[in-house]
């Protein structure tokens, strides 16, 4: 029987030290996300038409980043759907009601769940979704449950991205799929940052996946170069609304176009657990 939603999670995840600064962060981010529009504005300015209106997130995701995720998921009314790392869950409740899956949000963020679960009771049927503070290496969920998993711009964010794809395979059910966002660096031009060395399909392949399709986001670097120069017009407004998160955000519209040259692949993965285990 699936589990009734809780719009309060129960268990706080066991954090290492760098994972509870990590939350730390982004506690004070969704804050500020929750209350203030200033952001979201700006993203509709960035990304025109391809803008994914009545989806609260804030990440590179698109309309056809949605698009593709519900296409590669394959979910149906009876599939249970989890998106990791959902921060205030826009993506993951989007495909949840296209689909009519069973959804369940996992962020380290207590208080991008909380938001999460709020938005879900006006967007979802009751008893459609569930959202818990877990991390994306130790999601806390049963082993091969899980119909369909979808992570927008948090995947590569755990400290581990074996161990990420790994507990990706323990936690889905053979045969089903998964899709992912991540970028990649290709060519001879030195790496900007040594996370950018890392190359998807042979970690994919290490974890007992199949990568079954890759699509190529060429739209991206423009519509983040664009979201950058939004951000430092507005640095005033950020810094003073925003504190800390506001400062952030300067700091990576400053640095950001250093990454987004040529060499830069966005990404869009889907990935399988194979119907016999090999
Ligand atoms: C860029 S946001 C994307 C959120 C959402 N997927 C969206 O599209 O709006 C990344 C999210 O990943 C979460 N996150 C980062 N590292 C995590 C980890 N190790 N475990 C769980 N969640 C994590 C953050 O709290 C944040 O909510």
Same mark, same amino acid.
């Given at each position: ?35 203030? !529009? ?38 149906? !009314? ?10 205030? #869950?826009? %993506?993951?409740? /989007? ?9 369940? #949000? ?19 049927? %009751? ?14 969920? %049963? ?30 059910? !053979? ?32 974890? #007992?996946?199949? +990568? ?18 939004? /951000? ?11 504190? @800390? ?11 950001? %176009? ?9 990404? +869009?993965?889907?990935?399988?657990? @194979?119907?016999?285990?090999?």
């Amino acid at each position: 029987m699936l589990p009734a939603s809780s719009p309060v999670p129960a268990a706080q995840p066991v954090l290492d030290a760098k994972e509870s600064a990590k939350q730390v962060m982004f506690d004070q981010m969704w804050t500020r996300l929750r209350a203030d !529009p200033l952001l979201e504005e700006l993203n509709v300015q960035a990304y025109g038409a391809d803008y994914p209106y009545d989806v609260q997130f804030f990440s590179s995701c698109t309309r056809t980043t949605l698009d593709l995720t519900l296409a590669g998921l394959q979910v149906t !009314p009876s599939s249970v759907l989890i998106d990791l790392g959902c921060g205030m #869950g826009g %993506p993951g409740q /989007w495909i949840a009601r296209e689909s009519g899956a069973y959804l369940v #949000g996992i962020d380290l963020s207590q208080v991008a769940v909380e938001a999460a679960a709020a938005a879900a009771t006006s967007y979802l049927q %009751p008893g459609q979704f569930d959202y818990r503070c877990a991390t994306i290496t130790a999601t806390g969920h %049963p082993d091969s449950s899980a119909d369909g998993l979808m992570s927008i711009d948090a995947l590569p964010m755990a400290a581990d991205r074996a161990a990420a794809l790994k507990e990706v395979r323990r936690i889905l059910r !053979p045969g089903a799929r998964a899709v992912f966002t991540c970028a990649e660096w290709h060519g001879d031009a030195p790496l900007p940052h040594p996370r950018m060395a890392t190359k998807w399909a042979p970690l994919i392949a290490e974890a #007992g996946l199949l +990568l079954v399709d890759q699509f190529i986001d060429n739209g991206k670097q423009a519509r983040q170069l664009r979201k950058y120069e939004l /951000w430092l017009e507005h640095q005033t407004e950020l810094e003073q609304r925003f504190g @800390p998160t506001g400062r952030s955000l300067i700091e990576e519209a400053r640095m950001g %176009p250093g990454l987004l040259t040529p060499n830069y692949r966005a990404l +869009l993965l889907t990935v399988q657990r @194979p119907d016999i285990d090999q």
